[in-house]
């Protein structure tokens, strides 16, 4: 099994089975960065949206919630898993599909922060929300010149933009009289802060796998047709991280590696 993004490795195979044509552009890294930064936002803003319509529903932390927010929730969810094998598959370019799996992906991440929130005050929706947070910082890192630093300083720095704005984000919630997050009534026990910390550290890395492997593709000559299917591949990070980044320990970096050819058949042979 191939190691990585399997959306991006699609890009990668159709890249290098059919020629690029003459008639379209070729898209760069950083059109690619912008837009797969307003698909995170898109899924920011769904999030918020379904997170609080789903706590308000909940009388109870402890409680699970109500269908409503099960049949939106679990939705989500699985319309994301629907966007993601058809990605892998046959790339998506449209920015309508892009967008859709963006909404997709902040109702289902909404859903688990509040249903196994179990009495954390928010504290499970807040190690997603940071995870969430850390892509648009890693991207912005990643094509500043800081991007050319070594991964060992380019990962962290990603890491504390990330939690500084989570740390903004709890922090007008409770200047705003919010009694749950990391500043709320609960206390966070020495491992949740830990864990806060390892999460934005492997969010960020992961989008940086994500950015290098895009550089790649990107370098051989990629269509601009499918600049939207690729900030697909890179929003869809914060359930990546879970999906696909694990498996990477589980297979051999070989299997990860595509020839760039200009001379493949064309498609319609």
Avoid: C, K
Wanted: proline fraction near 4%; aromatic fraction near 10%; charged fraction near 10%.
């Amino acid at each position: 099994m191939a190691r990585g993004n399997p959306l991006l490795n699609r890009l990668a195979r159709v890249q290098s089975q059919y020629p690029v044509t003459s008639a379209g552009g070729r898209m760069t890294a950083a059109q690619v960065s912008e837009r797969a930064s307003v698909l995170l936002g898109v899924t920011l803003v769904a999030g918020a949206a379904a997170w609080f319509f789903m706590t308000a529903q909940v009388d109870d932390a402890t409680d699970w919630p109500g269908w409503e927010s099960n049949l939106i929730g679990i939705a989500g969810l699985v319309v994301a898993a629907g966007f993601l094998i058809a990605g892998s598959l046959r790339p998506m370019p449209g920015a309508a599909a892009a967008v859709a799996y963006a909404v997709a992906q902040g109702l289902g991440l909404a859903w688990i922060g509040v249903a196994f929130d179990l009495g954390s005050g928010g504290f499970v929706a807040n190690l997603l929300l940071g995870t969430v947070l850390t892509g648009p910082a890693a991207l912005a890192v990643l094509r500043s010149r800081w991007g050319a630093l070594p991964a060992l300083v380019v990962v962290p720095v990603s890491a504390a933009i990330g939690l500084a704005a989570l740390a903004s984000v709890n922090a007008v919630a409770f200047l705003a009289g919010g009694d749950a997050g990391l500043f709320g009534g609960v206390s966070i026990p020495w491992w949740g802060w830990w864990s806060l910390a390892l999460l934005a550290l492997w969010s960020a890395y992961s989008f940086g796998v994500d950015m290098r492997r895009l550089d790649e593709y990107v370098n051989a000559g990629a269509e601009v047709r499918y600049v939207w299917a690729a900030a697909l591949a890179i929003a869809a990070g914060p359930i990546g991280i879970y999906a696909w980044r694990l498996s990477d320990f589980r297979s051999t970096h070989s299997s990860d590696t595509y020839d760039y050819v200009s001379d493949a058949g064309d498609p319609s042979d």
